[in-house]
């Protein structure tokens, strides 16, 4: 399929703030020619004015009534609501390609996957993607550092004492490593915790302690 079109859906859940792409990302797609549409206030909730997307080159549009350009990588961060996803897909021309987190696996029984490859779309979620942890592509992993930081500021913001003398982190995972990475910046000691020896020196390249906490299992019957 020869992609000529980016189209940037708005999102609509109950607190998704997030955007499927930024102003500054604009700018990469233009460079390679494509046509970047965006729709109207689709980054406001990210901080994004409608004016820094058309700035960066791309286009304003409203959904409906006219149908959308075949040929377009549709972007997304999450699936819509039904009621909005009823009229995107009445506005979809084929062939697109749809990218985000799309509920693949359905758990309502709503076929909404199918409905969109019936017309004319490929649907990629990026919930079936297995990216390692360090891959800058994982979405996962990105949002999981990204949480890292916050949970580090927010613990810092309802700390009671006059001041922290050390940071304790449980879990060497993306989350973890990014709230030490945070910590330390801030000149805090910090100390984490995890289960397996294989993450002491990717946590330790950071500056924090690392200390391995083994698994209690309660004995059996037949051990005591």
Do not use: W
């Not at 409203?62 to 377009?72: A, N, R």
């Not at 969109?116 to 490929?122: K, N, S, Y």
């Not at 922290?164 to 000149?187: D, N």
Request: charged letters at 25%; one cysteine or more; a neutral charge.
């Amino acid at each position: 399929m020869n992609i000529k079109n980016i189209i940037v859906f708005k999102e609509t859940r109950p607190t998704e703030m997030r955007v499927a792409l930024s102003p500054a990302a604009v700018n990469l797609f233009i460079e390679k020619g494509f046509t970047v549409l965006v729709e109207a206030d689709a980054g406001i909730a990210a901080g994004f004015t409608n004016n820094m997307y058309t700035e960066s080159g791309a286009k304003l549009f409203q959904l409906g009534p006219d149908l959308l350009p075949s040929h377009s990588l549709l972007l997304r961060v999450k699936r819509p609501l039904n009621e909005r996803e009823n009229i995107e897909n009445a506005l979809i021309a084929s062939p697109s390609i749809m990218i985000g987190f799309l509920d693949p696996f359905d758990v309502d029984h709503e076929g909404h996957i199918d409905r969109l490859r019936t017309q004319g779309v490929m649907p990629i979620s990026l919930e079936l993607f297995e990216l390692p942890s360090n891959d800058p592509r994982s979405p996962q992993s990105a949002m999981s550092r990204f949480a890292g930081r916050l949970a580090l500021e927010d613990a810092l913001r309802h700390y009671e004492g006059k001041q922290a003398v050390k940071i304790s982190i449980f879990g060497p995972g993306s989350a973890g490593l990014s709230a030490a990475i945070a910590a330390k910046s801030r000149k805090f000691p910090v100390q984490l915790f995890g289960r397996k020896e294989s993450y002491r020196k990717q946590v330790e390249s950071t500056g924090a302690e690392y200390k391995v906490c083994l698994l209690y299992t309660s004995p059996s019957p037949r051990d005591s």
